[in-house]
T-cell receptor, first 113, second 116 residues
Framework: ETGVTQTPRHLVMGMTNKKSLKCEQH?????MYWYKQSAKKPLELMFV???????ENNSVPSRFSPECPNSSHLFLHLHTLQPEDSALYLC????????????FGAGTRLSVL | AQKVTQAQTEISVVEKEDVTLDCVYE???????LFWYKQPPSGELVFLIR??????QNEISGRYSWNFQKSTSSFNFTITASQVVDSAVYFC?????????????FGSGTQLTVLP
């Protein structure tokens, strides 16, 4: 079993759909992160949670709504997305803040039609 | 604001060649951390190394080595005797210890292709 698991691995959705991405970490970490990776662009940090509390929100549009019910699970709820939101969404976790080593999942490849 | 530059977008080498991936960073802090990650086609970023700004010793791990030079703000990564399995996108990243910019800032990555 890998340390950070993301589901689904692939997702195709229309602009009016509502879907959720799930991330689960089995490493006992207390911080979790959502990143967006678009083609030809650096990874963009979207949200950070420390001990279930959101500590960073990098000006992400409200059509992305994170949820962290406990330190092991992180969700990203999606609604009324745009085609430019198509990307690889990566989840990571770490023991402590952003200066510690972050461990990543394999990502969800999202296509918005 | 911190910034990480990986000027090499794509590199192709033939198996068994040595290859160096460049990373140049900018930060105003004196205390910071530098990272390298590998992203194979499967998508998952794999942690390779973390180095803090006070430790300028070069590090070797098997075929991998890292050259940290504060004077030139560089943290370069060398793969010796490259193998096809080394083909991946490699990311350099910077994290500041203090200040408002607490993000892990990634470079745009270098796509390494090792040909058989």
């Amino acid at each position: 079993e890998t340390g950070v698991t993301q589901t689904p691995r692939h997702l195709v959705m229309g602009m009016t759909n509502k879907k959720s991405l799930k991330c689960e970490q089995h490493l006992g970490h207390n911080a979790m992160y959502w990143y967006k990776q678009s083609a030809k662009k650096p990874l963009e940090l979207m949200f950070v949670y420390n001990f279930k509390e959101q500590t960073e929100n990098n000006s992400v549009p409200s059509r992305f709504s994170p949820e962290c019910p406990n330190s092991s699970h992180l969700f990203l709820h999606l609604h009324t997305l745009q085609p430019e939101d198509s990307a690889l969404y990566l989840c990571a976790s770490s023991q402590g803040g952003e200066n510690t080593i972050q461990y990543f999942g394999a990502g969800t490849r999202l296509s918005v039609l | 604001a911190q910034k990480v530059t990986q000027a090499q977008t794509e590199i192709s080498v033939v198996e068994k060649e040595d290859v160096t991936l460049d990373c140049v960073y900018e930060t105003r802090d004196t205390t910071y951390y530098l990272f390298w990650y590998k992203q194979p086609p499967s998508g998952e970023l794999v942690f390779l190394i973390r180095r803090n700004s006070f430790d300028e010793q070069n590090e070797i791990s098997g075929r991998y080595s890292w050259n940290f030079q504060k004077s030139t703000s560089s943290f370069n990564f060398t793969i010796t005797a490259s193998q096809v399995v080394d083909s991946a996108v490699y990311f350099c990243a910077l994290s500041e210890v203090s200040g408002s910019a607490r993000q892990l800032t990634f470079g745009s990555g270098t796509q390494l292709t090792v040909l058989p």
